[in-house]
């Protein structure tokens, strides 16, 4: 009877450590994930969510910092497990927010991957306090619109494609900006 109760005992032991190390725990949501992520970069200061949407199983952020006196803008992707959230891709770029009349422009895009369906997205801070949505034309044709939050927007469309177009609206559907978009 002991060897069989001491069996179970280790087996259940094995099992919580196995949940430990093969799915350890996350943060408790997409915006710690990001912000504990720019955290870690030497001089970052002053960090931010400024924007996010919800995608395949997790979530889209996009965050503001500032190192060395330049702006820059995180982006990621942070899924959503059992255990909490977790950083799925990164990336952060040098944001100039005077690149375009109404602030800043980034470009981004991922295959996808678990829980993570393939993206491509146009990101950025606005200093234009009239914008309220932005349009953005992909080289499929598409065009999605994005609306502004927090003085930021995040305009994404599924699969990998190249923005063409950005248009800035206000509330009324009137045209603030309409910026080309080259991708290399």
């Known amino acids: 009877m002991f060897l069989v109760g001491g069996t179970a005992i280790v087996i259940i032991a094995v099992a ?50 500032t190192r060395n006196s330049q702006r820059r803008l995180a982006f990621a992707f942070v899924t959503h497990n059992p255990r909490g959230w977790r950083l799925g891709s990164y990336t952060d770029e040098s944001a100039d927010r005077t690149d375009i009349v109404i602030g800043s422009l980034l470009v981004a895009s991922s295959e996808g991957g678990s829980g993570q369906p393939a993206w491509s997205a146009a990101v950025g801070e606005l200093t234009d306090p009239r914008i309220a949505r932005v349009e953005v034309t992909w080289s499929n044709a598409e065009t999605t619109v994005g609306s502004v939050v927090n003085r930021a927007y995040i305009v994404t469309t ?15 559907g009137t045209e603030i900006a309409k910026v080309p978009i080259n991708q290399g």
Not at 20 to 30: D, K, R, W, Y
Not at 34 to 49: D, H, Y
Not at 166 to 172: G, I, N, S, T, W
């Open 158 to 172: 599924p699969g990998t494609t190249a923005a063409k177009q950005a248009r800035f609206l206000a509330k009324d």
């Open 16 to 65: 919580l450590l196995a949940l430990f190390v093969v799915f350890p725990s996350g943060a408790s949501s997409a915006d710690a994930v990001v912000l504990e992520r720019v955290g870690q970069i030497t001089g970052a200061s002053s960090p931010a969510v400024l924007a996010k949407q919800d995608w395949g199983k997790g979530q889209l952020v996009l965050a503001g910092y």
